[in-house]
């Protein structure tokens, strides 16, 4: 490990997130205060790999299936911005090559910060499907910029889940989060809604309002379909947007407010501005960081672990889905998303008597859907034929997990909703004791 001289090193300290200095071969060189504070275990850092480090911090690279910024730099030669996402972590690294008198790289500066996050699932969303981790990682990318975000995707997604996700994982989070339902206003409405009035400004108007506009100051202004936004008010709204500024329905004083922008709609605001529907310059002002949500026919893996967090929420945590139940409401293909979902779970709920909830308690749709006709016996029989130890019960259902996954080790980890790492010590120990299974060899 080369030598640093030590104002160079004594830089570090200058940045207040953590930071440090690396080789080409991953080597750590120097490291700030807030790195040692942040991922130090009292060992001296330096010789020792970055990657191991963020490892041992719960937050593998190449394991959790995360790009490496240094072999990115090192291939492309310019700096890298990355987000590695795991489990419910996330880091945002910044990488920088140090130019010898050559131009060639010398050595790296990495710049990280931890995410803020809630909830038990990153960001506060349900799912590990490929569609919801790269949905995860956009919506981590976008969080820590002051960039507006427009959501897409069709109605019952999630897209103000989406949309409170990115504010408590963005530098207003402090701030309110402000929420205007755009959809069925009127042009009267919705400036007084947005912009506020002033006592006398329109009949009714008995008293001055605080439009939302100004009650978002310091935090993020949600625009749910934005699509439903009144033409004439639109440039209204782009003013608002490119000035910071805006008066009061009835009033004559300019009023400033900064705020966070994030916007949603399922409707395609390309074609609505290609009829004259929709503002072209609005459009391009909201729509800095596209982002669209899967339905949820395209992430249906995901549907047993989002039934279970449904079911959580609406108070009947008691309840599990027997095989059969879980069957059908996999193979639906919900038009209403995970709102329908939702509305199917709570019915399913109220009518089920035991811990179980089976397909006689969900609408006659999703039986319809694989030709379900009600079986007394399987109310009566449970989704078990016996009681089994808990360990040989994980242990049959990784067999048959992994005899019938087509896809490598990465995925089957992904679809058990464990790492990579935790998924190979387990099918090493099942290796162990079935020495006669041969389908377990890890991939």
């Known amino acids: 490990m080369r030598q640093l001289r030590s104002e160079l090193t004594s830089l570090l300290d200058c940045f207040a997130t953590p930071a440090v200095l690396l080789e080409s071969n991953r080597q750590i060189m ?21 990657n191991e480090i963020l490892a041992d911090a719960g937050l593998p690279c190449e394991d959790g299936g995360n790009d490496c910024p240094l072999e990115r730099c090192q291939r492309q030669g310019s700096a890298q911005h990355v987000v590695h996402v795991e489990g419910s972590q996330a880091v945002q690294i910044d990488l920088f090559p140090i130019r010898d008198g050559k131009g060639n790289p010398a050595y790296f500066l990495e710049l990280l910060q931890i995410l803020p996050h809630r909830g038990d699932e990153p960001m506060g969303l349900v799912g590990q499907s490929a569609a919801m981790e790269e949905l995860q990682r956009l919506l981590h990318r976008a969080a820590p910029s002051d960039i507006s975000v427009l959501l897409l995707g069709e109605s019952g997604t999630g897209k103000e889940l989406a949309a409170a996700a990115i504010h408590r994982a963005s530098t207003h989070a402090k701030g309110p989060f402000v929420v205007l339902d755009c959809s069925g206003l009127s042009e009267t409405l919705f400036e007084s809604e947005l912009f506020g009035h002033e006592k006398g400004a329109f009949t009714g108007a008995s008293s001055r309002k605080i439009g939302l506009a100004e009650a978002a100051n310091g935090g993020t202004l949600f625009l749910d379909e934005v699509g439903d936004i009144p033409l004439p008010l639109q440039v209204k709204l782009l003013r608002l947007l490119e000035t910071g500024s805006f008066r009061r329905v009835g009033g004559v004083d300019a009023i400033h407010s900064q705020f966070r922008l994030i916007s949603a709609t399922h409707r395609d605001l390309e074609k609505m501005v290609e009829e004259g529907r929709f503002r072209q310059d609005l459009y391009y002002r909201i729509s800095g960081f596209p982002i669209l949500l899967p339905p949820l026919r395209e992430r249906r893996e995901d549907i047993p672990r989002l039934a279970e967090a449904l079911l959580q929420r609406m108070g009947f945590g008691r309840l599990r889905l027997s095989p059969e139940a879980e069957g059908l409401l996999m193979a639906y293909d919900y038009p209403g998303n995970v709102r329908e979902l939702r509305n199917i779970l709570n019915r399913a709920a109220l009518l089920c008597d035991d811990i179980w909830i089976l397909p006689e308690h969900l609408p006659k749709s999703l039986q319809a859907v694989s030709g379900h006709r009600p079986d007394s016996s399987a109310q009566s029989s449970g989704p078990f034929e016996e009681i089994i130890p808990l360990e040989q019960l994980e242990e049959r259902y990784l067999l048959w997990a992994r005899s019938s996954c087509p896809g490598d080790r990465r995925s089957l980890a992904r679809s058990l909703g464990v790492s990579e790492r935790t998924l190979y010590r387990k099918l090493e120990s099942l290796r162990k004791n079935h020495k006669e299974t041969k389908d377990l060899s890890c991939a």
């Open 30 to 50: 120097a490291a700030n205060q807030a790195y040692r504070k942040q991922f130090g275990d009292g060992k001296p850092l330096g010789g020792r790999l970055c």
